[in-house]
């Protein structure tokens, strides 16, 4: 059984994943440092967890679109005297259509949340989550970093960095105590979706939030984590069989998933 860190930084915890993942460690005992843009929903969270759980809750406003925002984030950190041992790279949003029409300006910011601010704020806490003794690294990608999608294309490359990346840094940490893992959820009620303008999104197999964060502290609780957790079976076996047939095939599959067919 996992000791409970002692405080954690979750992005995106304004909703979804990232509000479900501060509850569960305030539950636990543990202080949580709320990153998003929407002040509104930070404090009232914040409030919440503070009254049930007799935890710090720190709401921390920012846009991590925004150049330099995992640095500014780790400014504020010490500037609140926050000493963190966690971190849940959660924060990101989707884009659809084809490339070729896509706005540049939600490319651009796409890979600053999905890519940049992840890649920025895991480099800048690791060496402090390292030397931590119950540190944990989550980061949230998605059943579509499995495979290449057509128009969804850039979010499931974004989510594709980031598994490689984490279960790199899972094999470059063992033996420490961090525990780190890659979360893919398949698709989930949260508010995805109304951010992304789409449904295309939607593919797999749909589970509630609860559900998906609970196969997270599963699976930190273990001695030893999986490098990276594929959440529901169905969406397991999808991932595996997408390995095993030629690209041309997933693909032509993947975009009849997305209605992408032209
Ligand atoms: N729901 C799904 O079906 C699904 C499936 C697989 C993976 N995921 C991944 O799960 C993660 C969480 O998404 P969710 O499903 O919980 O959706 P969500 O309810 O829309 O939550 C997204 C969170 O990211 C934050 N965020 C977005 N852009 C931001 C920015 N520029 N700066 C700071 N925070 C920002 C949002 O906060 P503000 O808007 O307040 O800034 C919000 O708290 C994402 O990485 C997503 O790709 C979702």
């Known amino acids: 059984m996992r000791a409970a860190p002692r405080c954690v930084v979750i992005t995106g915890a304004s909703s979804g994943f990232g509000a479900e993942f501060a509850r569960r460690f305030a539950a636990e005992g543990a202080d949580v440092v709320l990153v998003a843009r ?54 990101g949003f989707g884009i659809d259509g084809r490339f070729a029409e896509a706005d540049p300006a939600r490319v651009s910011a796409l890979l600053a949340v999905n890519v940049v601010a992840v890649t920025e704020l895991t480099r800048l806490l690791l060496p402090r989550l390292l030397d931590a003794p119950s540190g944990v690294l989550v980061t949230v990608t998605s059943t579509a970093a499995y495979q290449p999608i057509p128009t969804i294309a850039l979010y499931a490359a974004s989510k594709s960095y980031v598994r490689s990346l984490t279960e790199a840094l899972w094999h470059e940490t063992r033996g420490s105590g961090l525990r780190v893992l890659a979360l893919a959820p398949g698709p989930s009620e949260t508010e995805f979706f109304s951010a992304a303008g789409s449904e295309r999104f939607k593919v797999g197999q749909t589970l509630p939030v609860p559900t998906v964060v609970d196969a997270a502290m599963r699976e930190l609780d273990k001695g030893a984590p999986r490098p990276s957790r594929i959440v529901g079976w169905r969406n397991a076996a999808v991932a595996g069989a997408n390995r095993l047939v030629p690209t041309r095939v997933s693909l032509a599959a993947a975009a009849r998933a997305t209605g992408a067919t032209r």
């Open 38 to 91: 929407r002040r509104d929903r930070l404090e009232a969270l914040a409030a919440e967890l503070e009254s049930r759980h007799g935890v710090r809750a720190t709401p921390i406003v920012l846009d991590l679109a925004a150049p330099a925002a995992a640095a500014a984030l780790v400014d504020e950190l010490a500037a609140q005297d926050l000493t963190v041992d966690g971190l849940i790279a959660n924060a």
